[in-house]
């Protein structure tokens, strides 16, 4: 707070950069917090990921070749889930005539046709 401002002005500015959204872990473990919660999480779903986040997600997490390519240009829905120190690649084909109606981020499959 500046001289000669009051509180109020101060709750009324806009927020720091700091409070952006990513899908990214490069941009995610810019933030020493971050981090330390990366690093203690005992449950990760991973989709694809694009290279250089590959990259670093595989010495953070010790991730084979191997076990990369289910994360290097993969589907929808398919993937790797940790859990503790075990690492299981996934594919999850989610019907389409169920929740998922509900819970899609597909603005185009949001709206009913008519």
Same mark, same amino acid.
């Given at each position: 707070?500046?001289?000669?401002?009051?509180?109020?002005?101060?709750?009324?500015?806009?927020?720091?950069?700091?409070?952006?959204?990513?899908?990214?872990? %490069?941009? =995610?473990?810019? @933030?020493?917090?971050?981090?330390?919660?990366?690093? #203690? *999480?005992?449950?990760?779903?991973? $989709?694809?990921?694009?290279?250089?986040?590959?990259?670093?997600?595989? %010495?953070? =997490?010790?991730? @084979?070749?191997?076990?990369?390519?289910?994360?290097? #240009? *993969?589907?929808?829905?398919?993937? $790797?889930?940790?859990?503790?120190?075990?690492?299981?690649?996934?594919?999850?084909?989610?019907?389409?005539?169920?929740?998922?109606?509900?819970?899609?981020?597909?603005?185009?499959?949001?709206?009913?046709?008519?």
């Amino acid at each position: 707070m500046k001289m000669g401002e009051s509180p109020r002005e101060v709750d009324k500015k806009p927020p720091d950069n700091n409070n952006q959204i990513t899908q990214n872990i %490069k941009d =995610l473990l810019s @933030s020493r917090e971050i981090e330390n919660i990366f690093e #203690n *999480s005992d449950f990760i779903y991973m $989709l694809n990921q694009a290279s250089g986040d590959r990259q670093i997600l595989a %010495k953070q =997490l010790n991730i @084979s070749p191997t076990q990369l390519s289910y994360v290097t #240009n *993969s589907n929808e829905g398919e993937g $790797l889930l940790f859990y503790g120190n075990v690492i299981i690649p996934f594919v999850d084909r989610f019907p389409k005539n169920s929740l998922y109606k509900i819970m899609t981020t597909r603005l185009e499959e949001t709206s009913e046709a008519g």
